[in-house]
């Protein structure tokens, strides 16, 4: 065997080592990409949901609290923000924003013992709980997967791998401050 034959051997296998490499790191980096846009569409039903059953909840309460219509139209329009926001951030924004509003409408609710005995406000109150447990949980989950790419994204070698592609970091789906990380509360 001649020199030349060994290297060009050598050669070879280190190439195919690379691209052996590069295509499993790239494709770590697609299971955990659609992993991410699972995980947002879940969270992004459950949001759906809890939108759905604001106006339930406003026409509830509005029939009690009708002098509150302040409230009842900061939560509405909360609500359609949420609903109309297109980008990831915006739609974050707009659904802490939404929280901190639940939060005033079950306040004004707990001055109006009538409502707070309607057996539909008080259904309307577990579904929205339900929903808020399965929102934070979903959370988790999303947020789980952003971590584990944008670890991937910035650990060595596979931060090659994602700079050659020009893959760029994920964004978290966060409470904006310690009030909003606070479950809605729905229990009088």
Not at 50 to 64: A, C, M, Q, S, W
Not at 83 to 92: C, N, T
Not at 127 to 151: A, F, H, M, P
Request: glycine share 4%; net charge negative.
């Amino acid at each position: 065997m001649s020199g030349s034959f060994i290297f060009c051997t050598v050669a070879a296998v280190i190439v195919i080592v690379i691209v052996v490499f590069y295509i499993g790191t790239f494709n770590g980096f697609v299971k955990l990409k659609n992993s991410i846009d699972e995980a947002y569409s879940t969270m992004d039903a459950y949001l759906e949901k809890r939108h759905d059953l604001i106006p339930n909840l406003v026409e509830t309460v509005k029939g009690y609290a009708a002098h509150e219509s302040g409230t009842l139209q900061k939560v509405t329009e909360a609500r359609q923000t949420a609903i109309d926001s297109s980008s990831q951030q915006d739609k974050a924004a707009a659904e802490n924003q939404l929280t901190n509003t639940l939060k005033s409408l079950f306040a004004v609710s707990e001055n109006y013992p009538d409502l707070k005995a309607n057996t539909n406000f008080l259904d309307l109150q577990k579904q929205l709980q339900k929903v808020e447990e399965d929102i934070l949980n979903s959370r988790k989950y999303y947020n789980g997967y952003v971590k584990r790419y944008n670890t991937m994204l910035e650990q060595f070698p596979s931060s090659i791998v994602a700079h050659i592609s020009k893959l760029t970091r994920k964004e978290m789906f966060t409470a904006e401050n310690a009030a909003d990380r606070e479950n809605v509360k729905v229990e009088f």
